[in-house]
């Protein structure tokens, strides 16, 4: 059974419900959020996968107040998942019959929805119960920026052919490997991950002119323009890349701007300035580690990654390391990692973090 995380205190937040319930609340209850959210009409909104919400309640039962028809969400009591909500709309959903005492309630957006915005009202008190304080804050923090690797993009499928519905139903970001490292690490994360992104060059040349690049700053994916509102506690120890594949996955196709050479220098220039952004971002102190991974028709992009590293590491920044993963079946949808490969690569990062002189 995994434990149930609890989040910094970086976007503890008061809320009141989205819709009135069916009992009378506790008033602005406190929340505890790494994710990265925007507070908007009394409710948190967001974009990302793996952006979860934490809180604590005395009582028989909790209600959780959400408004998206998007994204599917796991419900979590005491570090067990109790419910899957399928795009839930705008509700509150309850769970109810609980052991009278205190509880911890999680709740975690599993999928992606890149193209909606997602409201979370706030947790709600059952009958005779009441909200309580948040749970503590981690002194740890870990951000993972990335792809659909980072996604956990169809991760939880037992097939490798996969209609866009079975991708969103079996795609579990809380099961990425992001997630669970952070969770055998005791760390609170953020999953900034966008599916078929790449640094200069989307998957199959797709959306030409944007890339990753164009959405990092944002908390709300569809909103053009919209930046962050980065709180001062957010600040982590580590963050982990892992963009590339998308870059050099498909050959390049007749009409893009691109040959091999010139895309591989785009990749390498824009890659050091998006390092130059994380570093303005956190400052010298925190660990950057750049990742890649083999697969049959991107053997070049461990090579350029290793010498972005090279070259940051010979300019004196010697906190940006290099990560190597491979050994993966990619049983998931599409040929993606599977939930094994997800354990797997988690296994292998916690090992690899384990080696970095981290003072967290």
């Known amino acids: 059974m995994r434990s149930l995380r609890v989040t ?38 967001y974009s990302w996968p793996g952006v979860y919400f934490e809180g604590r309640f005395r009582g028989t ?27 839930p709309g705008q509700t509150t959903h309850w769970v109810r019959n609980l052991p009278a005492g205190v ?5 975690v957006k599993r999928s992606e929805s890149p193209w909606a915005v997602s409201e979370f009202g706030g947790f709600v008190a059952g ?48 099961l990425s490997f992001g997630a669970l490292t952070a969770d055998r690490l005791d760390a609170d994360y953020q999953l900034n991950a966008f599916s078929g992104r790449g640094v200069v060059r989307n998957y199959n040349g797709g959306e030409p002119g944007t890339s990753y ?10 909103v053009d323009g919209d930046v962050w509102p980065k709180p ?42 998006f390092l130059d952004k994380i570093r303005a971002r956190y400052g010298p102190r925190t660990y950057v580690v750049v990742t890649a991974t083999h697969m049959s028709n991107t053997t070049a992009l461990t090579d350029l990654t290793r010498q972005i590293v090279q070259e940051r590491n010979a300019a004196g920044d010697n906190r940006v390391r290099h990560w190597h993963y491979d050994g993966l079946d990619y049983l998931g949808c599409h040929w993606h990692p ?21 003072r967290w």
């Open 8 to 45: 910094a205190a970086l976007a503890a937040f008061l809320v009141a419900p989205l819709l009135a319930p069916t009992v009378e609340a506790t008033p602005r209850p406190l929340v505890h959020s790494a994710g990265r959210t925007v507070l908007a009409d009394g409710a948190q909104r």
């Open 61 to 87: 039962a909790v209600g959780i107040v959400l408004n998206d028809a998007a994204a599917d969400y796991d419900v979590q009591i005491d570090g067990t998942t109790v419910v899957t909500l399928v795009m």
């Open 103 to 107: 509880h911890d309630v999680r709740l």
């Open 127 to 174: 009958p005779g119960g009441a909200l309580l304080g948040g749970p503590r804050a981690r002194s740890r923090q870990i951000e993972y920026i990335g792809d659909s690797y980072t996604a956990g993009y169809g991760n939880m499928s037992n097939t490798r052919e996969c209609t866009g519905e079975e991708v969103h139903r079996t795609t579990n970001a809380d």
């Open 213 to 222: 690049r164009t959405y990092y700053d944002r908390a709300l994916l569809s």
């Open 232 to 273: 001062r506690s957010w600040r982590p120890q580590v963050v982990v890349i892992g963009l590339g594949i998308n870059d050099f996955s498909t050959a390049i196709n007749p009409g893009e701007a691109w040959t091999p050479e010139s895309l591989a220098a785009a990749y390498r220039t824009a890659y050091h300035g």
């Open 338 to 358: 599977s939930l094994r490969d997800h354990q797997l690569i988690a296994d292998k990062l916690t090992a690899f973090l384990a080696t970095l002189p981290l």
